[in-house]
């Protein structure tokens, strides 16, 4: 069985690369592949969730990770390193 972290990144990958390839489809929309995205997740996470402060801290939570990590993009790209990919 994967770890905890192994899942998480596992889970990551996966959605990242389904994004990659809705947005690579050019009759798409960026911002509406990802506003669908983001409201099925939403929706997942409060409908999976055994109360609504639970599904506020998972939110809350996958948003300062977000940030941390698009963070931490920008400065890898500003170095010129766009192997980076989270």
């Known amino acids: 069985m994967k770890s905890i972290e192994e899942q998480f990144d596992y889970a990551g990958n996966c959605m990242n690369e389904l994004l990659d390839q809705l ?3 050019d009759e798409l929309n ?4 990802l506003g669908g ?3 099925a997740l939403v929706f997942r ?3 999976s969730s055994p109360d609504s ?3 506020i801290g998972m ?3 996958a948003m300062a990770s ?3 990590i698009a963070a931490e993009y920008e ?3 500003a170095d010129g390193d766009d192997g980076i990919r989270h």
């Open 23 to 25: 947005n690579d489809d």
């Open 30 to 33: 960026a911002g509406a592949v």
């Open 37 to 39: 995205a983001l409201t």
């Open 45 to 47: 996470i409060i409908v």
């Open 53 to 55: 402060s639970t599904a």
């Open 59 to 61: 939110i809350t939570t």
């Open 66 to 68: 977000g940030a941390r």
């Open 75 to 77: 400065e890898f790209e």
